[in-house]
């Protein structure tokens, strides 16, 4: 059990320090006065979300690090079935899940990020990653890093490169301390719901008229037993979200798993287009 104050409000962690599916230096933990405190609002003003399957459940944990002073609450949202035609790509598969997460500096009890799994463009198979921050400005461009060791991250460690747009973090809309966001496509990736894009002096509260259809999803543990079923036994697209260090950019890791030979080979595909543009642009 750990303490931890974030907002002026004392919150107990319950430690998970068996599960595998975590970097050694972080620590798996739960505490669910805070994830439902802080779990997102998730609008679907086009029936995107829930057409033709809802979600089953959102599925959070925290990936505490105690000796930097930080702490990660990752939301999946899964759903059972994606139905789904995108630019003439059929996408449709069994399985989908989408992350969200909210970082807090321990140090001062501030939330200091929010990342969203988003769209992006072809090149990146349609995904990328929404960032709210601390900085002043807004910024876009790629971001390389490398999924974790096979120690705990079951595909290993492979190169990763995906779109990111990253602006301030009082551009996000909250409600009651929960960042609003809308899902925007049939592979049902977010965006956050930016205030300067409101009308003037719009009450929060009337979010319900302006974007209607909320999500009622339950919220659930994303436990190590959930991990091993998704990682292992869903046997059409897999589990393949590296979730073991979500503190640094671009902080939602994905790659295929072995099994998802197609999509592999896409991601594989679009590397070598993305690396041979960058050698041609940058003659």
């Known amino acids: 059990m750990a303490s931890i104050v974030i ?22 933990a739960f505490c669910d006065e805070l994830a439902a405190r ?66 807090f500096d321990l140090s001062t009890g501030a939330m200091n990020h929010v990342v969203l799994a988003s769209d992006g463009p072809p090149i990146y198979g349609g995904h990328g990653v929404e960032i709210y921050s601390r900085r002043n400005d807004v910024w876009s461009g790629e971001m390389r890093s490398y999924t974790a060791s096979v120690n705990s991250y079951p595909w290993g460690r492979h190169l990763y490169e995906i779109w990111v747009v990253e602006q301030p973090l009082h551009n996000l809309l909250f409600r009651r301390r929960r960042p609003v966001v809308r899902i925007t496509t049939c592979f049902h990736v977010f965006t956050g719901i930016v205030r300067d894009r409101l009308p003037p002096d719009f009450p929060v509260m009337a979010l319900d008229v302006l974007f209607p259809h909320e999500l009622e999803i339950p919220l659930c543990r994303l436990t190590r037993q959930i991990l091993w079923k998704w990682y292992y ?51």
């Not at 107990?12 to 970097?23: E, M, T």
């Not at 599925?59 to 630019?87: H, P, S």
Request: net charge neutral; proline share 9%; charged share 25%.
């Open 233 to 283: 036994q869903h046997m059409e697209n897999r589990f393949g979200h590296d979730l073991s260090h979500p503190f640094n950019p671009p902080h939602i890791l994905y790659v295929p798993s072995p099994s998802a030979i197609i999509p592999r080979l896409l991601y594989t595909f679009l590397g070598i287009v993305a690396t041979v543009r960058r050698a041609l642009t940058s003659r």
């Open 38 to 103: 802080y779990r997102p609002i998730i609008l679907d003003p086009q029936g995107y979300g829930r057409i033709p399957v809802s979600p089953d459940f959102m599925a959070y944990r925290l990936v505490y690090d105690e000796g930097q002073k930080r702490l990660c609450i990752i939301y999946e949202i899964y759903w059972r079935r994606q139905d789904c035609t995108w630019r003439e790509f059929n996408k449709d598969h069994n399985h989908d899940y989408e992350q969200i997460q909210i970082h």
């Open 7 to 28: 907002e002026g409000r004392e919150y107990k962690l319950s430690l998970d320090p068996f599960d595998p599916f975590v970097s050694p230096q972080y620590t798996v």
